[in-house]
Nanobody
Framework: QVQLVESGGGLVQAGGSLRLSCAASGRAFANYAMGWFRQSPGKERAFVAATSWSGGSTYYADSVKGRFTISRDNAKNTVYLQMNSLKPEDTAVYYC?????????????????WGQGTQVTVSS
């Protein structure tokens, strides 16, 4: 019953920046934690970043710390992922995920709702 729709992906050069958006609809998102994951061909879906929906705590994978920032606008039911200093290894399909709890987690099976994904390609 909850829909998540990602947007903002595209092709950028190494060192560039990109901002992804995830719009939620179908249910109120009070007390929902949100996360971003990514997956490239032949690899498992991997954690990128997460945030408590009702609080301000954020978490990041070591590979993106200092480069990526997760944020949210509760009035718009939208979560963002600002990606700076992009590297070719960041190339993947990026997925938005939500879970009906205040605490965020870093595992795929910890989330109940998923978007369709948006492609990010970083050229060298």
């Amino acid at each position: 019953q909850v829909q998540l729709v990602e947007s903002g992906g595209g092709l950028v050069q190494a060192g560039g920046s990109l901002r992804l958006s995830c719009a939620a609809s179908g249910r109120a998102f009070a007390n929902y934690a949100m996360g971003w994951f990514r997956q490239s061909p032949g690899k498992e879906r991997a954690f990128v970043a997460a945030t408590s929906w009702s609080g301000g705590s954020t978490y990041y994978a070591d590979s993106v710390k200092g480069r990526f920032t997760i944020s949210r606008d509760n009035a718009k039911n939208t979560v963002y992922l600002q990606m700076n200093s992009l590297k070719p290894e960041d190339t993947a399909v990026y997925y938005c995920a939500g879970r009906p709890y205040t605490m965020a987690v870093t595992t795929v099976n910890g989330y109940n709702y998923w978007g369709q994904g948006t492609q990010v390609t970083v050229s060298s």
